[in-house]
């Protein structure tokens, strides 16, 4: 267990400010708005609901634009086209090269016909229809062009390892360098601070969050809350507020403790949050237990007596459905940990099917609503 002790270092704050002065509560917001001083829930649901109904607003005058052509409608008529060639034994490269669809048709065909023949162990013919998406597909262009690219790159991944050209630990490796090593320059980004704040879902689950969380703590005076996913740690700024100006019930300390692997990555959340949380006058402190799930002891939380325990599992149980040591391992924890209320969201989509044909469209039709969603709710921010 180890304690961040920053105080003074509000270095992040000051830059985002100068960018997004209206993106979040900061230092300086804080000490120069009176409104925080008599904040209370009703008033943090305000200020939280107007970015919904501003986000909801916008989808509605840009529904339009998305009717017909938004991801999932093409990745569905694209599936409709693929089954239709095959009925007629017609030959797929040509048949559609030769058509008059549209780009972003030939991409959704390509990359679901890819996947087809990776489950029918077609491996040569599977890489040709990659090679053909390559061009058209872009990190940065459409939804489809964005989802493409990353389902491409993990296709290819998929027809190594089957050729044995890379290991399930190489690519498990590269992922895991990714998210938690490479991944931490990205924490505490304005772009994703402000999707965090921007897009709907994120803001309705953090809402509810906030909500059980304060209704489960509002007679203690020590909180501690436990986060297996703390990523940049913005999600508890609201309850810091509200927790900051409670004078029917002065808090003697705040306590987030967060449980990873990446140590880089909690100790910048740490101390964004003990810097903020010095200027809302806060008492507060911030450890980290940097340990695999697996390895994990209730002992190593150093629980104080009379604090009040919350739990938050934000998108975390379905990593660990093939890790099922770890899973038993952490809920044992958690058990003995006994905390007043636990918070689970995850994502309704199952990725757990033997079938690869089955898991890829699942995935494939998740990650198109999420980036048809971020393009909808985030486009107001493109130069």
Known sequence: MEDMGWRDDNIFTQSINSKHPSQIFYQ????????????????????????????????DEQSSDYAVTDTRRILELAKTCLFELRMQNADLISSVLCSNFSEEMVLALFVQAAAEKIADNQLIYAKKLLGLCRDRA?????????????????????????????????????????????????????????????????VVTQLATV???LEAVKSAKRVHLIDFEIDNGSQWILIMLVLAVRYECPLELLKITAVGINKNGMEKAGKWLSSFADSINLPFSFKMIVSDLKDLHEDQFELDTGEVVAVDLEFRLWTLLIRPKSLDVLLEVIVNLRPSVMIVKEIEVCTNSSNFLERFSEMLNFHSALFDSTKACMEHHLP
């Open 211 to 213: 909500e059980t969380i």
């Open 28 to 59: 300086a917001d804080v000490e120069q708005d009176s409104r925080f001083e008599d904040l209370t829930l009703l008033e943090s649901q305000a200020l939280f609901g107007r970015k919904v109904k501003r986000s909801r607003e916008e989808i």
């Open 138 to 202: 872009s990190k940065s262009g459409s939804p489809l062009q964005r989802l493409a690219h990353y389902f491409i790159a993990a296709l290819h991944d998929k027809i190594d390892n089957e050729w044995g050209l890379i290991s399930t630990n190489q690519i498990e490796g590269r992922v895991w360098k990714i998210e938690n090593g490479e991944q931490d320059m990205f924490l505490l980004d304005p772009g994703k601070v402000e999707c965090q704040q921007e897009l709907p879902f994120c």
